[in-house]
C-alpha cells in the first residue's frame, strides 16, 4: 500500500507522473509508477485552503485519469503515453473529494478516540505479526479464487434490479447493478464461498440501502456537498 498525504505543498511540488529526462537518457519515475495491485490510499484531509499551480493542477488531473479509466501518462516532453494500470484507490475527505470516486460512504464512527493515531497504535500492538501476515495471506489468496453465479441467482438478480428500477427509474442505473455485484463477490469471497448466494445478494442490497441512506441524512459536510 502507498499513502499520498494531499496537501497543497505535495501536490505542487511532487511529480506524479514519470518524465524522459534527455539529458541523461533516462525515464524519470513518477510517484503514480506503482506495482500492480497497490492500494493507493489518498488523504484529502490534509488538504487546506491555497491555490494548486500548474503542476497541482496537472497532478489532481493525473489522479483523475488513474481512478477513472486505471491509466499513467509517461511525459515524453514531445508527446504522451498510457500505459495501463491495475490500482486500488481510496480517499478519505471531509466532504465531496476533488477527484472521482465510484462510491461515496459517509463514515459514522461508534466511538471517536482523542487521539486518532495513539488509538491506533495501541490497537496494532495488540495484534501479533504472525497473526497480521495470516490476514494478509488469506487476503491475497482470496483474489485468486474462482468465483461463479448459478443460472438461478442469476435470474433471481435480474429479477431484483428490474424491480429496483420500477421503484426508481431516476437514480438506478446499470453501473449501481454492476457495482452490487462487485460488493456481492467481495462479501461471498470474504466468506470462503466462491458462488453468489441468495444470503448474500440480500446483504449486498441492505449494505447499499444503508450507503445511499447515510448520504441523503448527511447533505452537507463542512459545507461541502456530498
Known sequence: SFRLQMTLE????????????????????????????????????????????????????????????????????????????????????EGRSLLPADCQIHLQPQLIPPNMEEYMNSLLSTVLPSVLNKFRIYLTLLRFLDYSISDEITKAVEDDFVEMRKNDPQSITADDLHQLLIVARFLSLSAGQTTLSRERWLRAKQLESLRRTRLQQQKCVNGNEL
Open 10 to 93: 505535495n501536490m505542487n511540488h511532487l511529480k506524479f507522473i514519470p518524465h524522459k529526462d534527455y539529458t541523461a537518457n533516462r525515464l524519470v519515475s513518477g510517484l503514480l509508477q506503482l506495482p500492480s495491485n497497490t492500494s493507493l490510499v489518498i488523504d484529502e484531509t490534509l488538504l487546506e485552503q491555497g491555490q494548486l499551480d500548474t503542476p497541482g493542477v496537472h497532478n489532481v488531473a493525473a489522479l483523475s485519469n488513474l481512478i477513472t479509466w486505471q491509466k499513467v501518462d509517461y511525459d515524453f516532453s514531445y508527446h504522451q503515453m498510457e500505459f495501463p494500470c491495475n490500482i486500488n484507490v481510496l480517499i478519505t475527505s
